[in-house]
């Protein structure tokens, strides 16, 4: 039912930024939440970065400790796309970015709580 596509990876030196892209297509009317996980080699899946929103136009964001002042999650009503914007990015930032979309914003930090997933995108920051 809701298709996303994520875009934007890349190599970059630490220190550097990079913006990524999720693009939503499809039956996006009962989606209430948008997130960032991300994996690294021999790592588990973790949770970045979530940007929900309510009836009323309300929009929360909500951030990982790790990454907590340096990446900024967005969303663009319009284009039904959203951004994650990373700054001053650390090598232990290298990993597979993948973009989640779901209709139970209280479970933001959740994976399972996710009802669709993009394929990733890779980020590698070196040092």
């Known amino acids: 039912q809701v298709q996303l596509v994520e875009s934007g990876g890349g190599l970059v030196q630490a220190g550097g930024s990079l913006r990524l892209s999720c693009a939503a297509s499809?039956?996006?009317?009962?989606?209430?939440?948008m997130g960032w996980f991300r994996q690294a080699p021999g790592k588990e899946r973790e949770f970045v970065t979530a940007?929900?929103?309510?009836?009323?136009?309300?929009?929360?964001?909500y951030y990982a400790d790790s990454v907590r002042g340096r990446f900024t999650i967005s969303r663009d009503n319009a284009k039904n796309t959203v951004y994650l914007q990373m700054n001053s990015l650390k090598p232990e930032d290298t990993a597979v970015y993948y973009c989640?979309?779901?209709?139970?914003?209280?479970?933001?930090?959740?994976?399972?709580?996710?009802?669709?997933w993009g394929l990733g995108t890779q980020v590698t920051v070196s040092s």
């Open positions: 499809g039956r996006t009317f009962d989606i209430y939440v």
């Open positions: 989640a979309a779901g209709r139970r914003s209280r479970s933001y930090k959740v994976g399972d709580a996710y009802d669709a």
């Open positions: 940007i929900t929103w309510d009836w009323n136009g309300g929009i929360n964001t």
